[in-house]
T-cell receptor, first 110, second 111 residues
Framework: GEDVEQSLFLSVREGDSSVINCTYT??????LYWYKQEPGAGLQLLTY?????DMKQDQRLTVLLNKKDKHLSLRIADTQTGDSAIYFC??????????FGIGTKLQVIP | DVKVTQSSRYLVKRTGEKVFLECVQD?????MFWYRQDPGLGLRLIYF???????EKGDIPEGYSVSREKKERFSLILESASTNQTSMYLC??????????FGPGTRLTVT
């Protein structure tokens, strides 16, 4: 079945760039997503990329997609303490089915 | 903005009790979902609904049932709560099933 893998933890200094990586297995994925979850809250949709795109930029966020390697990354420029959260990668393979990774906890050190 | 609300943020129930978790969305979305989130396991889909009175099992439906009598409301029911159902429960809604919008979650403790 579909699988989405992420590393569990990332620590960066405030002001540096953060790069969170994800790999997925479903080659028929049409959309890939990044969600953010702050402590005690639900998931918030941050950004998404369509499978025929290589890159998408939205202010401090850059999403890169390597479809050949089934690799997705989220770069956060000028990381702030407010960016500390868990980031989930997710892929949509059709029929209302979204598969989520287990989440990467980003710790921003002041 | 899409708004998804859940009836409780925190809930404590006893083993064997019947538990209802309610979710309401205000964007006329066709699809609604119930997930549970556990440390180290990520989000796991319990059930989803693609229309009123329609439901489909997700990856872990055992011990749960759902009800969707109105388009905006999707209920998760634990017929007889057990301690292994202690978890964070997240509801989501979506227009086409792909871009999902989440509620704030209900942290359920079963003692």
């Amino acid at each position: 079945g579909e699988d989405v893998e992420q590393s569990l933890f990332l620590s960066v200094r405030e002001g540096d760039s953060s790069v969170i990586n994800c790999t997925y297995t479903d080659s028929s994925s049409t959309y890939l997503y990044w969600y953010k979850q702050e402590p005690g809250a639900g998931l918030q949709l941050l950004t998404y990329i369509f499978s025929n795109m290589d890159m998408k930029q939205d202010q401090r966020l850059t999403v890169l997609l390597n479809k050949k390697d089934k690799h997705l990354s989220l770069r956060i420029a000028d990381t702030q303490t407010g960016d500390s959260a868990i980031y989930f990668c997710a892929e949509y393979g059709g029929y209302q089915k979204v598969t989520f990774g287990i989440g990467t906890k980003l710790q921003v050190i002041p | 903005d899409v708004k998804v609300t859940q009836s409780s943020r925190y809930l404590v129930k006893r083993t064997g009790e019947k538990v209802f978790l309610e979710c309401v969305q205000d964007m006329d979305h066709e699809n609604m979902f119930w997930y549970r989130q556990d440390p180290g396991l990520g989000l796991r889909l319990i059930y989803f609904s693609y229309d009123v009175k329609m439901k489909e099992k997700g990856d872990i439906p055992e011990g749960y049932s759902v009800s969707r009598e109105k388009k905006e409301r999707f209920s998760l029911i634990l017929e007889s709560a057990s301690t292994n159902q202690t978890s964070m429960y997240l509801c989501a809604s979506s227009l086409r099933g792909n871009e999902q919008y989440f509620g704030p979650g209900t942290r359920l403790t079963v003692t």
